[in-house]
């Protein structure tokens, strides 16, 4: 029969602790969504006060760095940031019930897809991120929430992964949310014409790496989503 021995004390910390070490880690790195981190931030915010509609902003890096910016352009607006920077459809989707439906909103604002177009958490097709935007639409109307379905910023290039000639594909998924738009009652907000060149990337004066506005990309955006939301308002 095999003889056993038991691990001095040290030893067994030792093993413990390198088993446990990678669980740790995954179970930090498992949150692929980032529900954390706007739960407390949700919390903390309730529901709007009686008479007050809400406007929840779902969006990506592009929300994250105007939201700071939103007291001076929507003075007295009850508007809500709730972009993460790098975000895809698919992880904006799994967060939406918890970010946008939770905090009780009289519009959402959606912008999304060109992080999928970037390859951001995988390979994505059009049909895929078309599915996820119609997915978080009807979500967002089956919860008495109107919807803004905003158009795609213009890219001709990302600068951390070039070479994917994202333009023409923002174009044509541009074109879908148009019509998407328009067939299911939504807003569509045209970003895009606006801030495209002739290259159908964004104008150089408007953002400093061609994706991510500027403060003067954000003042072209700014009126142009009031008059979205007030759209979309109409008649609540």
Do not use: C
């Not at 008479?51 to 929300?63: A, C, E, H, L």
């Amino acid at each position: 029969m095999r003889r056993t021995t038991t691990p001095p004390p040290a030893v067994r910390l030792a093993l413990l602790l390198a088993l446990t070490a990678p669980v740790a880690a995954s179970a930090q790195q498992g949150d692929w969504a980032n529900l954390a981190k706007y739960r407390d931030a949700n919390a903390a915010l309730g529901a709007p006060a009686p008479g007050v509609k809400r406007v929840v902003f779902m969006k990506n890096s592009i929300t994250e760095g105007w939201a700071p910016l939103f007291p001076s352009m929507f003075p007295g607006k009850p508007y809500v940031g709730r972009g993460i920077s790098g975000q895809t459809t698919p992880q904006m989707l799994v967060r939406f019930r918890q970010d946008v439906i939770a905090l009780e909103p009289a519009v959402v604002v959606i912008l999304a897809g060109t992080n999928d177009i970037a390859g951001n958490t995988g390979p994505s097709t059009l049909e895929m991120i078309e599915d996820n935007l119609a997915s978080m639409a009807e979500l967002a109307k089956a919860n008495g929430i109107r919807v803004v379905l905003s158009s795609v910023l213009p890219v001709f290039d990302y600068p951390w992964k070039r070479g994917l000639e994202p333009a023409p594909k923002i174009v044509a998924l541009n074109a879908w949310i148009r019509q998407y738009a328009a067939s299911h009652g939504a807003v569509y907000l045209d970003l895009h014409s606006p801030m495209a060149d002739e290259r159908q990337g964004m104008k150089a004066e408007l953002s400093g790496d061609g994706v991510h506005p500027n403060e003067a990309g954000y003042r072209v955006m700014a009126p142009l989503t009031e008059r979205a939301i007030a759209e979309a308002l109409r008649g609540m």
